[in-house]
């Protein structure tokens, strides 16, 4: 690094894109802090204009300053996009001086801003490095980010809602399938003529009981016996609970004398 006398309130340091020259006192805003310097390069000759390297500043259309060499210190100063001082360009006296803009304070790197044609020459290839660029940068990959894992939680969300959606009609699906083939069964028990629940049905067993005038527990319908008594008219007939029947009187049965004939009286004696 070249060297630098101590008065001067600056240093060559390294920095984010590399070498850069940082304050090392208080720098007051409008401050002249130092000469950007070089070679002067005319356009007008071949050899001049053959020259092609990064330090180049352009006073007018004629001249050019050439800052690589290692005593112009002005050349570590970086570009930014918002910076902290400016060039100062004085194309008669054929100077340019770096002028802080901002108060600067020690150990804040000195920058300006190089231009828009070295920018899209120089630093848009490769992506400006600068604070502000970096923060935007990072800005934006923050920005990225949560709307990555916003349409992953969105994603994750609608993936929940469809896989719900279709457990409740896969759910469905079964039990129209059990309902369906419950009615079948249903159906195939009463075309034999049984019903559902070990009961039956057209004049059969019902637990035990009878229909269509059979017996139903001991007791008897249409005109037959219900529980010893009948208690049901039949054919205009009026039954008397209240009353036992009166049996009717058994025939008396005469016994006639047998007859003897004389002929077996006479056989006798």
């Known amino acids: 690094m070249p060297s630098i006398p101590s008065n001067k309130p600056y240093r060559v340091g390294r920095s984010p894109t590399g070498l850069g020259l940082f304050a090392t006192k208080p720098i007051k ?53 918002k910076p902290n001082a400016e060039s100062d360009v004085r194309p008669r006296k054929r100077k340019v001086f770096i002028r802080a803009i901002k108060n600067i304070e020690p150990g804040e790197e000195i920058n300006y801003d190089y231009g828009t044609d070295y920018f899209k020459a120089y630093l848009k290839p490769i992506g400006c490095k600068c604070a502000a660029c970096e923060k935007k940068r990072k800005k934006q990959r923050a920005e990225a980010r949560a709307e990555k894992a916003r349409l992953k939680a969105k994603a994750e969300r609608k993936a929940l809602k469809k896989a719900e959606k279709l457990a409740k009609e896969q759910q469905k699906a079964k039990a129209k399938l059990k309902d369906k083939a419950e009615r079948k069964v249903k159906k195939t028990l009463k075309l034999n003529g049984h019903s559902p629940n070990g009961k039956s049905l057209n004049g059969k067993s019902l637990n035990g009981k009878s229909l269509n005038g059979k017996s139903l527990s001991g007791r008897s319908l249409n005109a037959k016996r219900l529980n010893g008594n009948s208690r049901v008219r039949v ?33 006798a004696i």
């Open 235 to 267: 054919a205009g007939k009026k039954s008397s609970a209240s009353k036992p029947p009166v049996s009717a009187p058994a025939p008396v049965l005469e016994v006639q004398p047998a007859a003897f004939s004389l002929e077996a009286q006479t056989t």
């Open 29 to 81: 805003k409008g401050t002249k802090i130092i000469r950007y310097f070089g070679p002067l390069l005319d356009s007008k000759k071949k050899k001049d204009d053959a020259i092609e390297n990064k330090y180049l500043f352009e006073l007018n259309d004629r001249w050019t300053i050439d800052g690589s060499v290692r005593k112009n210190i002005a050349r570590y100063i970086n570009h930014a996009c």
